[in-house]
């Protein structure tokens, strides 16, 4: 991802199959050609690396309108990792400055502090000055995670293990209860959990921009803290956040970065919070619930091959948590990080899709581990509640 040439080899095993047609939520919506997953790659290798096309404002579009969700690269039988491709492309046309220079530093300030002196103070200005529908932007909560949770939480019970919680910005700022849900169930199941200090957000919103600097100071800002601590496991309830740190981190610092070793061992520590607490087991039986509910399958998901099962099994150990299953619970919501601000009707399109499935499951609540599926969703489900499955487990335990 540091360098779009690193990828000229892995572009030419594209065997024109076509299968990432049936998974590209832009392509599903708009249904241009140029939209694909491999006519992307081709008009990058031809545009950027062989110097056949002139590099357009077209080819600028089609690079940026991408969800960045990593569907096509899942779906991808000859492994071409057609994600990393376009990012790697936006790093090359963008250079960090794909954005003015006053946006620039608001979104490089809001990812480096945290907290309502920090994000929000920085974000409001920000979205206001984007336009960005106050709606779909939930209010920031009065006090966030970082205010209530800070330092070691003891497990209950006798200890089986220690992790580091990463509470990425969404979390943190508007969704604090979440991670109070993922503090109080694992500890509850005999985890302690330690909340770091002096972390940032986790650079995701920089790969998107396309914005190289600002996303390596994160990842080694990030690593250095997670990576010194002594604990089994990191776990973030953030699939995106997950993302980043298990499969993106390392490739976007270069071989001789101090930080290199430590963010690939970090990469091997890296857990989805229920995907953990699957994995370890429960040892305390959560209580009935009355719910029916569906679960919407975030996209950013194939860096665990049992991070969509997870919230699954667990919530089927609640006696009277009905799940219904939309006919695609993989199908993508629209959000993509930002993407549903700067691309509203198109968003919207590829959500009304994913709301109708929702809607023929009769189901009163939704559960994702995603934040900006959960905020993007409920902002189209109005009435019905949209949570974090480790939220709705936490409901079950009484908390
Ligand atoms: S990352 Fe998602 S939106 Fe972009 S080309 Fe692949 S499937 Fe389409
Ligand atoms: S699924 Fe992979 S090999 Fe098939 S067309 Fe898409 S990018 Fe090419």
Aim: net charge neutral; proline share 6%.
């Amino acid at each position: 991802m540091l360098n779009l040439d690193a990828y000229r080899d892995l572009i030419t095993k594209c065997s024109q199959c076509q299968l990432c047609q049936t998974t590209c939520p832009v392509f599903l919506e708009d249904m241009l050609e140029t939209h694909l997953a491999r006519a992307r790659i081709g008009l990058i290798q031809a545009a950027m690396l062989e110097g056949k096309m002139p590099v357009t404002r077209r080819l600028r579009e089609i690079v940026d309108r991408c969800l960045l969700c990593t569907n096509c690269t899942q779906t991808c039988p000859s492994w071409v990792p057609v994600d990393e491709i376009i990012a790697a492309a936006r790093f090359e046309l963008h250079k960090g400055k794909r954005r003015g220079r006053i946006e620039r530093y608001l979104m490089h300030q809001a990812m480096k502090q945290r907290g309502p002196k920090g994000l929000m103070e920085k974000a409001a200005p920000l979205a206001k000055k984007l336009g960005w529908s106050p709606e779909e932007l939930p209010a920031p909560a009065e006090r966030d995670f970082d205010h209530r949770f800070q330092g070691v939480i003891p497990a209950e019970g006798a200890r089986r293990a220690r992790v580091a919680y990463y509470v990425g910005c969404a979390t943190n700022a508007f969704y604090p209860e979440t991670g109070e849900a993922v503090v109080r169930v694992l500890a509850r199941n005999g985890v302690e959990v330690v909340v770091p200090e002096g972390l940032s957000c986790c650079g995701l919103p920089a790969l998107v921009d396309g914005d190289l600097g600002t996303l390596q100071e994160m990842v080694r800002l990030n690593v250095g803290v997670l990576a010194a601590l002594d604990v089994d496991a990191v776990v973030t309830d953030c699939t995106s956040c997950g993302l980043l740190f298990k499969a993106k981190a390392a490739k976007v610092l270069p071989e001789d970065d101090p930080v290199m070793a430590r963010a690939e061992a970090l990469a091997g520590k890296v857990w989805e919070a229920t995907d953990y607490l699957n994995h370890l087991g429960l040892v305390s039986e959560p209580g009935p619930l009355g719910e029916r509910y569906t679960y919407h399958v975030p996209c950013h998901r194939g860096w665990s091959p049992t991070l969509a099962d997870a919230p699954r099994q667990l919530l089927d150990r609640v006696s009277g948590a009905e799940r219904v299953e939309m006919e695609h619970p993989e199908a993508c919501c629209g959000a993509g990080g930002a993407f549903f601000m700067e691309y509203k009707a198109l968003s919207q399109g590829i959500r009304s899709r994913k709301t109708e499935d929702i809607d023929r499951t009769g189901s009163e609540t939704v559960v994702t581990q995603c934040p900006a599926c959960r905020t993007y969703l409920a902002a189209g489900l109005p009435g019905r509640r949209v949570l974090h499955p480790m939220a709705l487990l936490a409901r079950a335990y009484g908390f």
